[in-house]
């Protein structure tokens, strides 16, 4: 089961990447957990400094933009 982390401060952005990643897994069929994550401390734990940022698995795939739908699908496998 993947994990999927969408770090943000809870912004209509960080919402919109939580949301397009869920329609993308979805559309995947993928089994996994998706958290929300507004802890600014547990940016730093990933270096982030731009929100929203996707991470999958531990790795951060994209940071301070929201992607696609099929952009989306591309990170997540």
């Given at each position: 089961?993947?994990?999927?982390?969408?770090?943000?401060?809870?912004?209509?952005?960080?919402?919109?990447?939580?949301e397009?990643?869920?329609?993308?897994?979805?559309?995947?069929?993928?089994?996994?957990?998706?958290?929300?994550?507004?802890?600014?401390?547990?940016?730093?734990?990933?270096?982030?400094?731009?929100?929203?940022?996707?991470?999958?698995?531990?790795?951060?795939?994209?940071?301070?933009?929201?992607?696609?739908?099929?952009?989306?699908?591309?990170?997540l496998?």
């Amino acid at each position: 089961m993947k994990k999927i982390l969408i770090l943000g401060p809870g912004c209509k952005r960080c919402q919109l990447l939580a949301e397009t990643a869920r329609i993308a897994a979805d559309q995947l069929q993928l089994s996994c957990e998706i958290e929300k994550v507004t802890d600014i401390n547990r940016f730093a734990e990933f270096g982030i400094m731009f929100t929203p940022a996707l991470v999958v698995d531990g790795v951060v795939k994209i940071a301070g933009k929201v992607p696609g739908i099929e952009e989306v699908k591309k990170l997540l496998v």
